[in-house]
């Protein structure tokens, strides 16, 4: 099984070094904070540095995690929906469905590991650039400069690796469980649908509760941010878990006026995405995480500003923290949306060699796709926004006493500009390389 | 409940009896279908499009639970075994030869050999595996990969891998559907002379002349199985099928069942 893993790696290149981006990201990621918060814990540093250099790293890497667990997870699983032949013809043959799981486990075990090495290095290179950029800014003194040691950001990439090969094996359970046969019936996959919605209900309340007890605090209190922050993460995470429910009800509110465009792309994309919702599924769920998240955090920054002006010390603090949140959330987001996308235009060889040979045009199979990104970015832009918007009000009566200052229209535009550019761009470019190059075998 | 079980029988299925509920009228793929697979046999299963046959070897070979009936297989009820215990079968009692042969392009042709005897958490026995792999014409490719070999040497590739576990019952399903003439008649002389040492096979096959090769045809219409043709030759096969497509198409016309 392991040789027959390591080989499948070799084979399946484009899907492993999706895999291997994602998790390099997120070691380079977690190990500087790992190396940011083992410089607050050095005897070297000052008291005073202490409590940002341990809180910060805290705080922030253990939402790195959670985040890279969910895009492993994804990762694999549009690395596996390529993959169905294969896997239906090991579980003919008789491999179980946990021998499956445990093969892309493996898979993704060494693929990890390969990539936490440079992973690791970068990571100290990160955090001596965090360290050294808040002692500029005088949040901290840095009088003890950056003392990372070995431990902490080695440990740091472990855990990526141990969370990747789990996500993999957690990520792999719907394609190792299909029947050798067949696609799942209907009622199947709603059962297999109803831990997934319960999990992301239980999210969105969590959220909004933790975003509703800013209404208790103080105006100038730094735990209204410290609630109002995870609360839009976690309504972004729900929000995005429901990926499958919003582009159901999206393709059956928006498919009259995809018709109605009249193109052929437009019609035809309007079809797959009835047919497959789950090829788009993934650039929905990142995009809405990406939304939801950015646009939160970017609003209660935007709020801040509006209610303290120009904010003192610790308003300095938080807004650094919000930024440095929204861009390492945002750079991970794309990258993994990039990723994704590439990996499920890829896929649809097959069908754009078919539509080539009976005479589709490069430009009609790349309206096809973009159609489809720009229904699930639609999907993605509305769904986080709301649920940003939901997660910030009790943020905006706190600070400014309007529920309409929720609602903060710059950085919300910004949001889904960066969105929408990143997904059609990376449809277009990829769409367009593989339809030219698809032809009928 | 106590099974008497007869030895020389390798497969039974009794009131077998399967329904796909696709929301409008229900469709009847099989009507309580039973079948005896003699031990050592070669059955051939042919029937026009819809006729169930597809479902009647994913039914008997476990990998489709039928809405009703049994299935035996040696002492094994198929019917009622879990998801693991079906997987364990396919590796050690069951064989499958497909028509898109379901190669792993990674592996080497022994590699790909060995895979279900390795996926039972056995180390296989080398010079048994190159004994196969020569029974089957293969013996100078075992370190060659899938893609680097014609359809008929693939095919072979997956017989070979079938019999590994030296199966109650060997599944074919089209296994010359995308085959060239030559390459296919090598494929059915080796299975014939696979059932001639005592091999059980069922294949399904919409081809009169592969038939020809197999012990008995079973016909099958519209979920029941409607006629046997012992010791086929192509061209009655042919007629068979001529007549039932026939009848087929005249219930269609009067909208009556067979």
Redesign the interface.
């Given at each position: 099984?392991i040789?027959?893993a390591l080989?499948?790696i070799?084979?399946h290149r484009a899907g492993a070094a999706a895999t291997a981006l994602v998790t390099l990201v997120g070691v380079v990621l977690l190990s500087g904070m790992a190396g940011v918060m083992a410089t607050g814990l050095a005897a070297s540093t000052p008291g005073d540095d202490r409590a940002f250099l341990v809180q910060f790293p805290a705080i922030l890497g253990s939402w790195i995690l959670g985040i890279v667990a969910f895009a492993v997870i994804s990762t694999v699983g549009v690395a596996l929906g390529g993959r169905t032949?294969?896997i239906?013809?090991?579980?003919?043959?008789?491999?179980?469905?946990?021998?499956v799981r445990r093969m892309v486990a493996i898979e993704t075990l060494v693929i990890a590991t390969t990539a936490a090495v440079p992973g690791v290095l970068l990571g100290y290179a990160l955090g001596a650039v965090i360290v050294t950029t808040t002692a500029t800014t005088g949040v901290i003194s840095g009088a003890g400069g950056f003392v990372p040691g070995v431990l902490a950001p080695v440990l740091a990439g472990l855990i990526v690796i141990a969370a990747a090969t789990i996500g993999a094996f957690v990520g792999s359970r719907e394609a190792a469980n299909r029947?050798?046969?067949g696609e799942p019936t209907a009622k199947r996959r709603s059962q297999a649908a109803r831990p997934r919605r319960i999990l992301a209900g239980a999210l969105i309340l969590i959220g909004l509760a933790s975003s509703a007890t800013a209404l208790v605090m103080e105006p100038d209190s730094v735990y209204a941010t410290a609630a109002t922050g995870p609360g839009c993460v976690l309504v972004a995470v729900g929000a995005a878990l429901l990926a499958t429910e919003m582009l159901t009800l999206a393709e059956r509110t928006l498919l009259v006026a995809l018709h109605r465009l009249g193109g052929v792309g437009a019609r035809l994309a309007a079809t797959n995405i009835r047919i497959a919702p789950e090829r788009i599924r993934p650039a929905v769920t990142f995009l809405t995480l990406f939304v939801g998240v950015a646009a939160g955090t970017l609003s209660m920054q935007s709020i801040e500003n509006q209610a303290a002006g120009s904010g003192d010390g610790i308003g300095q603090l938080m807004a650094a923290i919000n930024y440095l949140v929204v861009l390492l959330i945002a750079a991970f987001m794309s990258i993994a949306l990039i990723n994704n996308l590439i990996a499920s235009i890829k896929q649809r060889r097959g069908e754009l060699a078919v539509m080539s040979s009976i005479g589709a045009t490069t430009g009609q199979s790349t309206r096809m796709l973009v159609c489809e990104t720009a229904m699930a970015t639609i999907v993605a832009v509305v769904v986080g926004l709301v649920g940003s918007i939901a997660a910030v009000i009790p943020f905006a009566i706190l600070k400014t006493g309007t529920v309409a200052d929720a609602v903060q229209g710059l950085p919300l535009i910004a949001v889904v500009i960066a969105a929408s550019g990143i997904a059609l761009l990376t449809t277009v470019i990829t769409g367009k390389q593989t339809a030219r190059t698809a032809r009928a075998v | 409940m106590t099974i008497t079980i007869d030895k020389t029988v390798a497969l039974s299925t009794t009131a077998l009896s399967c329904t796909y509920d696709t929301g409008g009228t229900p469709i009847h793929a099989l009507r309580s279908v039973d079948l005896t697979i003699r031990r050592g046999s070669f059955t051939a299963i042919m029937g026009p499009s819809g006729s169930g046959k597809t479902t009647l070897m994913?039914c008997a070979a476990g990998?489709?639970k039928p809405t009703s009936g049994s299935v035996h297989l040696g002492d094994s009820e198929v019917t009622a075994l879990d998801?693991?215990s079906l997987?364990?079968?396919?590796?050690?009692a069951i064989g499958?030869v497909?028509q898109?042969f379901?190669?792993?392009?990674?592996?080497t042709v022994i590699?790909n050999v060995e895979?279900?005897v390795?996926?039972?958490g056995i180390r296989p026995d080398r010079a048994a595996t190159e004994r196969l792999l020569a029974r089957v014409g293969l013996g100078e490719r075992t370190s060659h990969r899938p893609p680097q070999l014609s359809g008929g040497q693939q095919q072979r590739v997956a017989i070979a891998?079938a019999l590994i576990a030296e199966p109650a019952v060997v599944f074919a399903d089209e296994p010359t559907g995308a085959l060239d003439l030559r390459s296919a008649r090598e494929v059915l002389t080796l299975l014939r002379e696979l059932a001639d040492a005592g091999q059980t096979i069922i294949m399904v096959t919409h081809d009169p002349a592969a038939a020809a090769y197999s012990d008995e045809v079973l016909f099958l219409a519209d979920g029941r199985i409607v006629d046997r043709l012992p010791d086929p030759t192509s061209r009655d096969v042919a007629v068979r099928m001529s007549a039932l497509l026939d009848q087929a198409e005249r219930a269609n016309a009067t909208g009556v069942a067979l």
């Amino acid at each position: 099984m392991i040789r027959l893993a390591l080989l499948s790696i070799a084979r399946h290149r484009a899907g492993a070094a999706a895999t291997a981006l994602v998790t390099l990201v997120g070691v380079v990621l977690l190990s500087g904070m790992a190396g940011v918060m083992a410089t607050g814990l050095a005897a070297s540093t000052p008291g005073d540095d202490r409590a940002f250099l341990v809180q910060f790293p805290a705080i922030l890497g253990s939402w790195i995690l959670g985040i890279v667990a969910f895009a492993v997870i994804s990762t694999v699983g549009v690395a596996l929906g390529g993959r169905t032949d294969e896997i239906r013809g090991l579980r003919l043959i008789g491999a179980t469905p946990g021998q499956v799981r445990r093969m892309v486990a493996i898979e993704t075990l060494v693929i990890a590991t390969t990539a936490a090495v440079p992973g690791v290095l970068l990571g100290y290179a990160l955090g001596a650039v965090i360290v050294t950029t808040t002692a500029t800014t005088g949040v901290i003194s840095g009088a003890g400069g950056f003392v990372p040691g070995v431990l902490a950001p080695v440990l740091a990439g472990l855990i990526v690796i141990a969370a990747a090969t789990i996500g993999a094996f957690v990520g792999s359970r719907e394609a190792a469980n299909r029947s050798p046969i067949g696609e799942p019936t209907a009622k199947r996959r709603s059962q297999a649908a109803r831990p997934r919605r319960i999990l992301a209900g239980a999210l969105i309340l969590i959220g909004l509760a933790s975003s509703a007890t800013a209404l208790v605090m103080e105006p100038d209190s730094v735990y209204a941010t410290a609630a109002t922050g995870p609360g839009c993460v976690l309504v972004a995470v729900g929000a995005a878990l429901l990926a499958t429910e919003m582009l159901t009800l999206a393709e059956r509110t928006l498919l009259v006026a995809l018709h109605r465009l009249g193109g052929v792309g437009a019609r035809l994309a309007a079809t797959n995405i009835r047919i497959a919702p789950e090829r788009i599924r993934p650039a929905v769920t990142f995009l809405t995480l990406f939304v939801g998240v950015a646009a939160g955090t970017l609003s209660m920054q935007s709020i801040e500003n509006q209610a303290a002006g120009s904010g003192d010390g610790i308003g300095q603090l938080m807004a650094a923290i919000n930024y440095l949140v929204v861009l390492l959330i945002a750079a991970f987001m794309s990258i993994a949306l990039i990723n994704n996308l590439i990996a499920s235009i890829k896929q649809r060889r097959g069908e754009l060699a078919v539509m080539s040979s009976i005479g589709a045009t490069t430009g009609q199979s790349t309206r096809m796709l973009v159609c489809e990104t720009a229904m699930a970015t639609i999907v993605a832009v509305v769904v986080g926004l709301v649920g940003s918007i939901a997660a910030v009000i009790p943020f905006a009566i706190l600070k400014t006493g309007t529920v309409a200052d929720a609602v903060q229209g710059l950085p919300l535009i910004a949001v889904v500009i960066a969105a929408s550019g990143i997904a059609l761009l990376t449809t277009v470019i990829t769409g367009k390389q593989t339809a030219r190059t698809a032809r009928a075998v | 409940m106590t099974i008497t079980i007869d030895k020389t029988v390798a497969l039974s299925t009794t009131a077998l009896s399967c329904t796909y509920d696709t929301g409008g009228t229900p469709i009847h793929a099989l009507r309580s279908v039973d079948l005896t697979i003699r031990r050592g046999s070669f059955t051939a299963i042919m029937g026009p499009s819809g006729s169930g046959k597809t479902t009647l070897m994913h039914c008997a070979a476990g990998l489709q639970k039928p809405t009703s009936g049994s299935v035996h297989l040696g002492d094994s009820e198929v019917t009622a075994l879990d998801e693991k215990s079906l997987a364990r079968l396919r590796r050690v009692a069951i064989g499958f030869v497909f028509q898109s042969f379901n190669l792993l392009p990674a592996l080497t042709v022994i590699e790909n050999v060995e895979l279900p005897v390795r996926l039972e958490g056995i180390r296989p026995d080398r010079a048994a595996t190159e004994r196969l792999l020569a029974r089957v014409g293969l013996g100078e490719r075992t370190s060659h990969r899938p893609p680097q070999l014609s359809g008929g040497q693939q095919q072979r590739v997956a017989i070979a891998r079938a019999l590994i576990a030296e199966p109650a019952v060997v599944f074919a399903d089209e296994p010359t559907g995308a085959l060239d003439l030559r390459s296919a008649r090598e494929v059915l002389t080796l299975l014939r002379e696979l059932a001639d040492a005592g091999q059980t096979i069922i294949m399904v096959t919409h081809d009169p002349a592969a038939a020809a090769y197999s012990d008995e045809v079973l016909f099958l219409a519209d979920g029941r199985i409607v006629d046997r043709l012992p010791d086929p030759t192509s061209r009655d096969v042919a007629v068979r099928m001529s007549a039932l497509l026939d009848q087929a198409e005249r219930a269609n016309a009067t909208g009556v069942a067979l």
